[in-house]
């Protein structure tokens, strides 16, 4: 079996850097916060996931520190909100790169709700929504101990919100929901397809 190596120091000497398309699909972290002047942010990171569970934690990676960085460190909350097939283009038109003082709820057309433990809205249109308390915000660094300009932003979930139509029998339902994720290079995305159950072993 033959297999192509390269060292990221070096380069990898394709057409296109396949690091994300290696590491997909991801799930989105679309991440709504709010400035200390009330001004609304809402933007998309292809660099997201879950911690821990008792408590809940969650975070995503911006590479730069963005609006959705700097609002969060000032107020200490920000909300995810699970991107959707049918909120595909909503969710693409607030990654624009606009100043600010832009609104990307009302750029991109969607409704802001009141959250109920942060003072920040979620998307109302999204099936579920997680309010968070910032934890930190950890600048990486490299091997060698350089700073990046890659910023992670750690919070706990303090609220939940769940659209009861996803809701059977008592379990979220994840496969109607439609969530979408990052799947590749720049343009690329995939959806849920098949899922099967697997239990974990007990013994």
Known sequence: MSHYFYDPATGHGLPHDPFKAIVAPRLIGWISSRDTAGTLNLAPYSFFGAF???PAIIGFCSEGRKDSVANIEATGEFVWNLATKPL????N???APVPPHVDEFELAGLTPAPGRNVAVPHVAESPAALE?????????HAIDGTPMDNYLSLGQVVGVHINEAYLKDGLFD???AQPIMRAGYRADYAEIGDMFQMFRPTA
């Open 174 to 176: 994840t496969h109607a």
């Open 93 to 95: 038109r607030s990654s």
């Open 52 to 54: 821990a569970s008792f």
């Open 88 to 91: 595909a283009e909503q969710m």
């Open 132 to 140: 968070c308390k910032l934890l930190q915000v950890v600048r990486l």
